[in-house]
């Protein structure tokens, strides 16, 4: 086949450059169309519980993380100057708009922020008697003019219980202002510098104030993609300068160099042109695929300019040498990239839509940019002149041979040695497994010493948290003509607020209570729920009254808190960025507090249920819960009114009904009618499940990946013997890895737990290229393994060398990004793949000595898709002006 593909390569040189050419046009319009991604990754999948309750949520409510908040520090806050600065930031944030281009290619300013809120615009709730309407009015209707005006708002204020630690948090001296953006524009492209507009707004008046913070999802959406959209530009930058200066260390040609760059820079803009194909946004992950390309594709150069090289030093015939880059590198070539691109391809195999979209984009191109790599190099030289002995002196290093001289004699000669440091390395390596830690955290891969770490973490030291953590009830009939609901509301915000993790939360009740004081006057004493016959009596002076004629037919007011049915009520909590286990564990936790509040009726039915002595336990059923004892009686009088009546009143024919047989049953059944469902959702929440369903996901993947190279294995070599032989060697970095992780406190998360996979699939790749040579020299030499292990340890151990420093210093690039998590990937991954170096020039020479008598010629007669090919050029292949 590779004969075959060498023949219509060289003899249609021209025509094979004019259409790559094509290609790359086509790509670089499509490269052009990527876009960033401005929504939260969806990590889980679309049928997963927890992702349905917070789209529902979100169709319900509105968004949920739209709120950027911004936080002024001042113990002389209060000051004319001060406030009304504080005032002007309001209305000035207020005007800010963006550029909205429409289908008719029209261009139009739209206001980008929904509305400001802080203590400068504040409302207050006011009685009206002569209309009998509440009235919602500003606190400040202009900006104040005097400090006793001033000092009168604050008073004002002062008196609103329903504003305290929402606004501000007088002990601390902070204030806040918080902004909620157009949730459409904002996950557009439109939103453009909007986030960075409002910051600009703000530090204009930054003088003013002691101190001023930023925090909510939109500022940290924003400046987290900022930073993506930087840091690609300087990993391309980066990898390509690596790439560079290790080629020209390498083979001290510039020709060389440029020749690589030039298939590694065509491959990049295949990749960013098959994302825009498929209409992918750029994300933290897809921002990693240009630089990995650029990494994954050079080792693929320098496989073919070596052997090249090595052949035209041979023999010196041009057409012969690059006959056979072609057709003994190709073939090997190409499995070793179809492994690493099935490392990276069993991301398709989760259900999370950002692994699938970065595992099929970096698995197109890594077959793609071998498909470069086999077409360009070749064409490229095919017009060149002969090399010359400066060409191939790179070859000729002594302390290239004094470390492949090591290396064999480690391999044949000390072999007791290597298993001793193996085998340690594999017991530290468990031990170091169990100290690992999974976590996921929306900041995570930020440093800790970054501003929007740090604004986060004094929002949480203050205000406990941002993210939103929502808690949503349903009930069967309209939620605010039920008290007791109202009651258990009320309940359940002071029982959760208890937790150190979770801020105060805001209810329909803190409404009604809102409602309720102003009822009275303004009386602050009267911010509370009072009994239900002040809410439901009836009279023109009522409150029912005032709220009827207040709300109407409109119900504005309440779609805060209410859905359009009025049967779901949320509670809005902030929860701190605490990370995976401790989200998981606050839900575990708060969950039965709010069942056992929201639902005594069905604790009592549990405890029914298992009572012995049922007529007591009955009995304390209908004292505490009256109107189980009416539904009850309902149902059995069975609409003979006297009897129900009868029942009603506590006749001691009710407590024989216990006796019957369908007792039970009717009695369940009158618990579950009136139960409360109900569901703890929210960004942070789902951003979590997410992340532990992400890292779950994506150890199955490596799994899978492990299956699938053990299968190619075996399909090459026909022999169990050798999937074990060849893999021992892979495995072993990947433990050392994982135990770093573990010694370390590296934890496993999203961006950690892919160093695996990818590291898993590019290692692979050493061991194929030292077997099939490996296989070229035990039938050159007649089944003498020993000799046919040394030779081929010689010959691939410079390629070998060569594609590790550069993939171990082109991952280490990764360090200078500004993500934890993208850091912490460059240095395991290269870590992992040094390992793999060593093991694969030393480990698995050593194996396949020891096992010499199980590993016979036999064994490696048929490598299926691995042909070995004669020293016998193609002798109808001809260059035309080569």
Request: aromatic share 10%; hydrophobic share 45%.
């Amino acid at each position: 086949m590779w004969a075959r593909v060498t023949r219509i390569l060289l003899k249609n040189r021209g025509a094979v450059i004019l259409s790559l050419l094509a290609i790359t046009v086509v790509m670089g319009f499509f490269a052009r169309k990527v876009e960033l991604k401005y929504e939260l990754a969806k990590l889980l999948p679309e049928n997963d519980p927890a992702y349905v309750a917070h789209t529902t949520f979100k169709k319900t409510f509105g968004q949920d993380g739209t709120v950027l908040v911004i936080a002024a520090k001042d113990p002389d806050f209060y000051n004319l100057n001060k406030f009304s600065k504080w005032y002007d930031l309001g209305q000035r944030i207020k005007t800010i708009q963006v550029e909205v281009q429409h289908p008719d290619g029209s261009i139009t300013k739209e206001n980008a922020i929904d509305s400001v809120f802080s203590e400068a615009s504040a409302v207050n709730i006011i009685k009206d008697k002569k209309s009998r309407q509440f009235r919602i009015s500003p606190v400040l209707n202009a900006k104040p003019n005097s400090q006793r005006q001033l000092d009168s708002l604050r008073t004002v204020l002062s008196k609103l219980p329903f504003y305290k630690d929402i606004l501000c948090k007088d002990s601390a001296d902070i204030h806040l202002m918080t902004v909620l953006v157009n949730p459409k524009l904002f996950n557009s492209k439109f939103r453009g510098t909007l986030v960075q507009d409002i910051q600009a707004e703000t530090e204009a008046y930054a003088e003013h104030f002691k101190e001023l913070h930023y925090s909510g999802l939109p500022f940290i959406r924003s400046t987290t993609m900022n930073k993506v959209q930087a840091e690609l530009k300087m990993f391309i930058g980066l990898a390509i300068g690596v790439s560079a200066l290790l080629l020209l260390f390498f083979f001290r040609s510039i020709k060389v160099v440029l020749m690589s760059l030039l298939v590694v820079g065509i491959g990049v803009i295949w990749g960013l042109g098959t994302m825009g194909i498929a209409g992918y946004k750029l994300t933290i992950l897809q921002g990693l695929i240009p630089p990995l390309l650029i990494v994954i594709g050079i080792p693929n150069c320098i496989y073919l300019i070596n052997k090249y090289q090595q052949e035209y030093k041979h023999h010196g015939n041009k057409t012969k040498s690059l006959s056979r880059v072609i057709q003994k590198i190709g073939n090997t070539t190409l499995i070793t990239n179809l492994t690493t691109a099935m490392g990276f391809g069993t991301f398709l195999f989760t259900y999370s839509d950002i692994l699938k979209e970065f595992g099929m984009i970096a698995a197109i191109n890594i077959i793609l940019i071998f498909i470069l790599s086999i077409t360009i190099i070749p064409i490229i030289y095919s017009y060149m002149p002969p090399l010359k002995n400066r060409h191939t002196k790179h070859l000729d290093k002594k302390w290239l041979d004094w470390v492949v001289d090591r290396l064999v004699i480690w391999a044949t000669s000390r072999r007791k040695i290597v298993y001793v440091i193996s085998s340690t390395i594999v017991l530290l390596s468990i031990f170091g497994m169990t100290r690992m830690e999974t976590t996921g955290n929306i900041v995570d891969d930020l440093p800790q010493d970054d501003q929007v770490v740090m604004d986060l973490r004094f929002f949480e030291k203050h205000f406990n948290g941002v993210m939103p953590f929502e808690l949503v009830i349903s009930s069967n009939d309209t939620v605010y003509k039920q008290y007791k609901l109202l009651e258990r509301i009320e309940k359940i915000q002071k029982a959760v607020e208890k937790e150190p993790y979770l801020s105060r939360s805001l209810s329909l009740v803190d409404a009604v209570k809102f409602f309720t004081q102003a009822y009275s006057n303004g009386n602050e004493k009267a911010y509370k729920l009072k009994s239900p016959q002040f809410y439901g009596k009836q009279g023109k002076n009522r409150f029912s009254s005032y709220i009827n004629n207040t709300l109407g037919n409109k119900r504005e007011i309440t779609t805060d808190f209410l859905d359009s049915t009025h049967k779901q009520t949320r509670i809005s909590f902030q929860v701190a960025d605490v990370g995976t286990k401790p989200m998981k564990n606050l839900v575990d936790r708060v969950s039965p507090i709010i069942d056992s509040i929201l639902n005594p009726e069905a604790h009592s039915l549990e405890k029914f249920q298992l009572a012995e002595n049922k007529q007591a336990a009955i009995q304390e059923i209908f004292t505490n819960h009256p109107w189980i004892k009416n539904r009850i009686s309902k149902c059995f009088a069975k609409g003979n009114q006297e009897l129900e009546q009868k029942l009603v009143e506590g006749d001691p024919l009710l407590y024989t009904l216990v006796n019957l047989d369908e007792f039970d049953q009717v009695l369940q059944n009158v618990v579950e009618q009136e139960k409360f469902k109900f569901e703890i959702t929210g960004t942070s929440v789902v951003y979590t499940k997410g992340t532990a369903y992400l890292v779950n996901n994506l150890l199955i993947s490596l799994a899978i990946a492990i299956f699938v190279i053990a299968c190619i294995m075996a399909f090459l070599f026909h022999s169990w013997r050798m999937v074990v032989v060849s893999l021992s060697p892979n495995f072993l970095p990947l433990l050392a890895t994982a135990a770093l992780m573990g010694y370390f406190g590296i934890p496993i998360k999203p961006s950690t737990i892919l160093v695996f996979s990818i590291a898993f699939g590019i290692s692979v790749d050493d061991t194929i290229h030292f077997l099939a040579k490996y296989r070229q020299e035990l039938k050159a030499r007649n089944g003498v393994i020993r000799a046919s292990v040394i030779s081929a340890l010689r010959e691939t151990g410079v390629s070998m060398i060569y594609t590790s420093i550069v993939l171990f210093f082109g991952f280490t690039m990764f360090a200078s990004s500004n993500f934890g998590g993208t850091q912490a990937l460059g240095i395991l991954v290269s870590v992992t793949l040094l390992v793999a170096m060593l093991t694969n020039l030393v480990l698995l020479p050593s194996l396949l000595l020891s096992f010499e008598k199980l590993l016979t010629k036999r064994e490696f007669t048929n490598l299926g898709g691995i042909n070995i090919l004669e020293d016998n050029p193609t002798p109808e292949l001809e260059i035309e002006n080569a």
